[in-house]
């Protein structure tokens, strides 16, 4: 079965960093891979996209903070996370990048920035 699991996730100061790990099975070189999240009330939404040659788009609200990264080789996609900030508080997911694509999703990994 095709699984993913997130990890990385934990306690940050306003203006710390965190980086995150997602290890998905089944096809993963072929496809454009994402990391999401979803803050407290809100919709899940697309934080940073990561094509097979590692072409990057970012949300606006993470533009220059935030870098999404890959190993093929080892199925493995990262978040790098600097300068967070309270708003950045959420459970984040990673999948592939299209929508008709997406595998089963993970259980996420809870990210909280707080002083």
């Known amino acids: 079965q095709v699984q993913i699991v997130e990890s990385g996730g934990g306690l940050a100061q306003p203006g710390g960093s965190l980086r995150l790990s997602c290890i998905a099975s089944?096809?993963?070189?072929?496809?454009?891979m994402a990391w999401y999240r979803q803050r407290p009330g809100k919709q899940r939404e697309l934080v940073a996209r990561i094509g097979t040659e590692e072409t990057t788009n970012y949300a606006d609200s993470v533009k220059g903070r935030f870098t999404i990264s890959r190993v093929n080789a080892k199925r493995q996609v990262y978040l790098q996370m600097n300068s967070l900030n309270p708003e950045d508080t959420a459970v984040y997911f990673c999948n592939r990048a299209s929508e008709s694509r997406w595998l089963n999703w993970g259980q996420g990994t809870l990210v909280t920035v707080s002083s």
């Open positions: 089944g096809g993963f070189a072929v496809y454009d």
